[in-house]
């Protein structure tokens, strides 16, 4: 059985946002591996311009969201930073709290996925 990574952004007890790493487990099913259905309430496009430092914030809602090029790099409230790339999903869901910081890298323009949980 393979798995596909997921960086997950939640709330944690101290009212700040953490990382964690998931693994989504993919098993065979007719061509390739897949998931079990994660049920979803709507995809959203979007376009974030090169430009684009959002200070801290929270998610406006649960949601996956998949970078298709570009890359967003996110800061939590220990300082901690990580860079989402292309092809790369995380899952926000850190929608009480500090929040999260949100940067373009290196000024590029980014398009994303938000596949919406609520």
Excluded at 57 to 83: C, F, M, W
Aim: hydrophobic share 35%; no cysteine.
């Amino acid at each position: 059985m393979t798995s596909m990574h997921v960086t997950r952004l939640y709330t944690g007890d101290d009212n700040q946002s953490h990382f964690e790493d998931i693994e989504v487990e993919l098993s065979p099913q007719g061509v390739g591996r897949l998931s079990d259905r994660i049920p979803a309430t709507g995809l959203i496009f979007r376009e974030t311009g090169g430009d684009y430092d959002l200070d801290f914030h929270n998610a406006p809602r649960r949601q996956y969201i998949v970078n298709l090029d570009g890359a967003v790099e996110i800061t939590i409230g220990s300082g901690e930073k990580r860079v989402i790339g292309p092809g790369e999903v995380f899952l926000a869901e850190d929608t009480t709290g500090q929040g999260h910081i949100s940067r373009a890298v290196n000024n590029q323009i980014r398009h994303s996925l938000f596949i919406t949980l609520d």
